[in-house]
């Protein structure tokens, strides 16, 4: 793939070598010049982003990728938020709760609102919330607007709780990892503006899993440069139960009017 600057749309369906696109592309982009430090390659698992590194170090070998990000999206919002969450209050370092501690959060929070603890899951708490960050919306918006088995009201209560919870034990949550970064960009420019200048071209393996949030945050790095390069396969999206949503990559052309199609017809499988 020799089209380096501007947006990029590759449907790829399975089989086709999705992967092996944004590695050669990679390949090609290093051969032409550009650093390494200012791309940034983003695949949906650790396990595949673990082979992408693999595959470019057996081409290029490991020398050439330094400085390169190799990552899902929440390692690279994690890296951010490593130098940056103090200027949303935070210390440094912060911890990122896993389930089970955020489970326990909502269990004190249901306590000190009188409530049964084992009504969590039953409520579906966890993944409301979880849908609810992963949307790009304020929770109050996302709650009106949505059919919810427990009440707005209540849903809202329980949000600002978990967040101010997290909050005073100095911790994120795994959705935080994108949706903090966002805010940092949106309420510190000059944060943004640094990024921008480290990080000038972007490539995005399984783009039909991406959520609005993890869209959102991607927007606000590529900037006016747009040197964007996703592929992805509008027919393939696994992720919709967690708020993936395919309409970003069926809509991407009206995002970027001027972006070049490819579509890879053939099956390697």
């Known amino acids: 793939m020799n089209y380096i600057q501007g947006p990029l749309l590759i449907f790829a369906g399975a089989g086709s070598g999705k992967t092996r696109v944004i590695t050669h592309r990679i390949q090609y982009m290093l051969g032409r010049g550009i650093a390494s430090s200012c791309i940034v390659a983003v695949s949906f698992t650790n396990k595949s982003a673990r082979e992408m590194k693999h595959r470019l ?74 849908l609810c960050k992963n949307s790009n919306m304020h929770h109050e918006d996302w709650a009106g607007s949505r059919g919810l088995p427990i009440s707005s009201d209540f849903f809202c209560d329980v949000y600002e709780r978990y967040h101010a919870s997290l909050k ?16 940092i960009f949106k309420e510190h420019p000059e944060i943004l503006e640094k990024y921008r200048r480290r990080f000038r071209y972007f490539m995005i393996d399984e783009f039909q899993d991406t959520n609005p949030t993890q869209y959102e ?47 890879l017809e053939h099956n390697y499988r």
């Open 217 to 263: 945050l991607l927007l606000s790095l590529v900037g006016d440069e747009k040197n964007l390069c996703v592929v992805g396969d509008d027919d393939q999206s696994i992720y919709g139960w967690r708020g993936a949503d395919v309409g970003i990559i069926q809509n991407f052309q009206h995002d970027f009017p001027d972006a070049k199609i490819v579509r």
């Open 168 to 183: 005073s034990l100095n911790a994120v949550d795994f959705d935080d990892l994108i949706l903090l970064p966002s805010r």
């Open 57 to 130: 170090q057996k081409m290029v070998g490991s020398k050439a990728l330094r400085g390169m990000v190799l990552s899902t999206f929440h390692a690279l919002g994690n890296r951010m938020l490593q130098k940056e969450i103090r200027v949303l209050g935070y210390r440094d370092p912060f911890s990122i709760l896993d389930s089970d501690d955020g489970l326990q959060l909502y269990a004190s929070i249901y306590r000190d609102l009188k409530l049964d603890p084992e009504k969590i899951k039953e409520d579906g708490i966890p993944f409301l919330v979880s």
